[in-house]
C-alpha cells in the first residue's frame, strides 16, 4: 500500500512521504497526515526476536512508502548507532510498578534523540530524490530539548544549515550550555525575549510569509522544519512503541495480543500522537495516559472537550512541556472532525483569534483512547523523592510527571492492565530540579557539583553530552526579541 500525505487545512492534495519530509508544514498552515493508516501486519510473538533497527524498518517503511528500502536501511543505520550509548538503544525496564522505556540514550539525553538522529538523513534524501539544489534551512522553535537534539542531528551536514530559537530564561541552565555551546559552522542560536509559544508562533510565521520564501528562494535558500511538526519526525516516533511492546511479549509479561497502556509526559503532543498511531496499527494499546505538568490545558481538554490556552503560563521544572499551544494535536483534531478541513480550519481559526474551541458531544465521543492526567509541582518533585527513595531509581522531572499521573491513575481506576512510563529525559539534564525534589538542601550547590552529586545517587555515570558542555567555549550568544526573529535568520544567512 502507497502511503501519501494531505494538509488538515488543504484540498485534498496528495504528496509523497518524501515531499512532506521537505516541506514540513503545509503551506496553507496545516500538518500533514497520512492518507491512510497502515496496519501492523507481522506477527506480534515475531516482534520479540527483533532488534531495535529490525523493528524501526518495519514500522518506517509502511509509512515512507517512496524511500527504497536501501534509502531507508541507510537512514535507520547512520541514526542509531554509537551515538546512543547502548544497543538496546530504548531500554525497557521494570522499577516499581510499571515498566520505564528510556528514550534518553542518544546524543543529546533526551527523547528528541529518537526522531531528530533520522530526520537529517531522511530529509537530505527527500531533497536527493525530489532533485532540489537549493540550500535547505531547518527553522526551529525548542522548548529546550528539540534545540539540542536538532543542532547535533544537522551540525557539518551537507547542503544544510540550521537556526534555533529558545525561550531566553524559560529552559534549564544544561539545556541553555548544550546549544549555546554547538560547533558546526551551519548552525544559529538565538534567545528570544517571551516564552515557548511566542518562539512557536514566530517560526511558523516565517513559514508561512510567501514574500520571504521568495526572497530567500532567490538566494537559493528553502525552509524546513525540525519540530515536531515534521511527519519525518512522528513516523520514526511510532517505531518505540511497538518496540516498548515487543520487549514485554520478550520477557513474558504479556502475551501477543494482550494490551498495555502508555504514559506521556506531554507537551506538544508528538510524543503521544506517535503512540496513537501506533495503536491505529493494531498495536494492542488499552489507554494512552496523558500527563501534563501544571500547563494543563491538555488536560481540560481531554475532560472537557474545550481547549482553551487562555491562561497563565506557567513556568515549571519540566520546561519541555511547558507549552499552550500543542500544534500536533491538530492532526488528532482532523481525525475527530471526520478529516473536514473546513471544519479543522474553523477549529484552528478560533483557536489563533479567540485562544478557545470546543468539539461537538460527537467529536468528544471518539477521544476514549485517551486518559487525562496532571502532576503540579509538588507531587512531581515528591515522585521523584519517593521513586529514589523506594527502588532507588533517579528520573527527570518530565518522566516524574508521568510517574506521578500514572501513580493517581492506578489508585483511581485499579486498572492492571501493565504500564510503559516513556521516560523522555535522563536526570543529568536537569540535575538541579531533580537533586532539590530528593532534598532541598542541594539548592545551594552549584550546577557541576550537583552533577557529581546525581552522579553519586543515581549510580549512573555521567553522559557524554554532559562532559562535553563542563568546559565547552560559549559560541552563541545572541538574543532577540519575538520581533526580530525574521532579522535574525536574514543576519544568519547573510541574506
Ligand atoms: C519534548 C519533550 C516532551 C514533550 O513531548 P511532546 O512530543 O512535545 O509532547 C516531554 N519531555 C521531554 C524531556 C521533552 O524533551
Keep these: ?65 517512496d524511500y527504497t528500502e536501501a534509502e531507508l536501511k541507510e537512514c535507520i543505520e547512520k541514526a542509531y548507532d554509537s551515538k546512543f550509548d547502548t544497543d538496546q538503544i530504548a531500554p525497557v525496564v521494570l522499577k516499581g510498578q510499571a515498566y520505564y522505556m528510556e528514550l534518553f540514550h542518544g546524543a543529546t539525553i533526551a527523547f528528541k534523540d529518537m526522531a531528530l538522529s533520522i530526520l537529517p538523513h531522511l530529509l537530505t534524501k527527500a531533497a ?58 551551519n548552525t544559529f542560536v538565538a534567545g528570544v525575549r517571551g ?43 511510532i517505531a518505540y512503541y511497538v518496540w516498548a511492546y515487543s520487549r514485554l511479549v520478550k520477557d513474558g509479561t504479556v502475551k501477543a495480543g494482550d494490551k498495555i497502556n502508555f504514559v506521556v509526559p506531554t507537551g506538544n503532543f508528538g510524543n503521544i500522537l506517535a503512540g496513537y498511531y501506533a495503536k491505529l496499527m493494531g498495536l494492542p494499546v488499552h489507554k494512552l495516559i496523558c500527563a501534563s505538568n501544571d500547563n494543563k490545558v491538555l488536560y481540560d481538554f481531554f475532560r472537557t472537550g474545550i481547549y482553551n490556552r487562555n491562561r497563565e503560563f506557567i513556568l515549571t521544572t519540566s520546561p519541555s512541556m511547558d507549552i499552550l499551544i500543542s500544534s500536533n494535536l491538530e492532526r488528532l483534531i482532523f481525525k475527530v472532525c471526520a478529516f473536514s478541513p473546513e471544519q479543522n480550519r ?25 486518559v487525562p492526567g496532571y502532576a503540579d509541582e509538588k507531587e512531581d518533585a515528591q515522585e521523584i523523592r519517593q521513586m529514589y527513595e523506594e527502588t532507588g531509581y533517579v528520573m527527570d522531572p518530565h518522566t516524574a510527571v508521568a510517574s506521578a499521573v ?35 538542601a542541594y539548592d545551594q550547590m552549584d550546577d557541576f557539583a550537583l552533577i557529581e552529586e546525581l552522579r553519586k545517587t543515581s549510580k549512573i555515570p555521567v553522559p557524554n553530552a554532559i562532559r562535553e558542555i563542563l568546559d565547552a567555549q560559549i559560541r552563541h550568544d545572541h538574543v532577540c526579541g519575538i520581533d526580530e526573529m525574521e532579522a535574525a535568520v536574514k543576519g544568519f544567512l547573510k541574506v
Design 1 to 65: 500500500m502507497e502511503i501519501r500525505y494531505k494538509s488538515t487545512r488543504g484540498d485534498g492534495t496528495l504528496i509523497s512521504a518524501s515531499q512532506a519530509v521537505l516541506q514540513g508544514l503545509a503551506p496553507d498552515g496545516g500538518l500533514y497526515v497520512p492518507d491512510a493508516i497502515p496496519s501492523l501486519d507481522t506477527p506480534l510473538q515475531d516482534l520479540a526476536e527483533m532488534e531495535y533497527k529490525e523493528i524501526a524498518y518495519l514500522v518506517m517503511s509502511k509509512y515512507l512508502s
Design 346 to 370: 474553523q477549529y484552528m481559526k478560533e483557536l489563533a483569534e479567540k485562544g478557545v474551541y470546543t468539539l461537538t458531544l460527537n467529536q468528544i465521543a471518539q477521544l476514549e483512547d485517551f
Design 406 to 440: 500514572y501513580r493517581k491513575y492506578l489508585k483511581e481506576t485499579e486498572d492492571t492492565t501493565p504500564a510503559v512510563i516513556v521516560s523522555t529525559a535522563s536526570p543529568y539534564k536537569f540535575a538541579r530540579s531533580v537533586m532539590t525534589a530528593i532534598d532541598p
Design 195 to 237: 516564552n515557548f509559544d511566542d518562539a512557536q508562533t514566530g517560526v511558523k510565521k516565517m513559514f508561512n510569509d510567501t514574500r520571504l520564501k521568495q526572497e530567500l528562494k532567490e538566494r537559493g535558500f528553502r525552509f524546513s522544519s525540525a519540530n515536531s511538526i515534521n511527519i519525518g519526525r512522528l513516523v520514526p516516533q
Design 128 to 185: 536527493q530524490k525530489n532533485k532540489i539544489t537549493d540550500e535547505i534551512v531547518i527553522l526551529t522553535a525548542t522548548s529546550g530539548d528539540t534545540g539540542k537534539a536538532a543542532l547535533a542531528g544537522f551540525a557539518d551536514v551537507e547542503g544544510t544549515k540550521i537556526a534555533v530559537f529558545y525561550p531566553k530564561g524559560g529552559v534549564s541552565r544544561i539545556q541553555e550550555l548544550q546549544m549555546v555551546t554547538q560547533k558546526g559552522d
